[in-house]
């Protein structure tokens, strides 16, 4: 199965927003390009139509517009994304993504273009109370942080038993 983390941003207050895209709704993004509008639904954001902006691979290389397929290819670049020159007439060649998503896609970065009925934080406070983490969860991270506290207590004792011997 393909998953995929959205990057979900709201230009009007510039706040952006993490969903995990699973099943489904992320096969349905798959052939998607940079710069196609979606509709929210895919997103778990009903009513919203969104715009893909771009998005990296599996590996970390980014998507680029101007690169068609879904393929990872090293282009020879002067300036945008992928390479920000430090001086001016620098080239550098890079490794970049094509503009369609693909399933070595990892993370997909979208804006919204037309608001819902609902607000955003509404819609994901639902997502966040029906995936509440179980209470073996939290009783197995307790009791890891358990043995990283006393970790650092027997260093010191070890340390102490050192300086004793030597003196």
Known sequence: MVEFKVVVNNP?????????????HANSLIGKKIGDEVDGIFVSLPGYKLQITGGTDKDGFPMRSDLPGMVRKRLLLTKGVGFKPKEKGLRRRKTVHGNTVSQNIVQINMKITKHGP????????????????????????EATEEKLEEKPEKKEEVKEEKKVEGS
Request: no cysteine.
């Open 12 to 24: 009007k207050d510039g706040k952006s927003y993490n969903i995990e895209v699973t099943g489904h």
């Open 118 to 141: 609902r607000a955003i934080e509404d819609l994901l406070a639902l997502q966040k109370k029906e995936e509440k983490p179980s209470e073996e969860k939290k009783e197995a991270t």
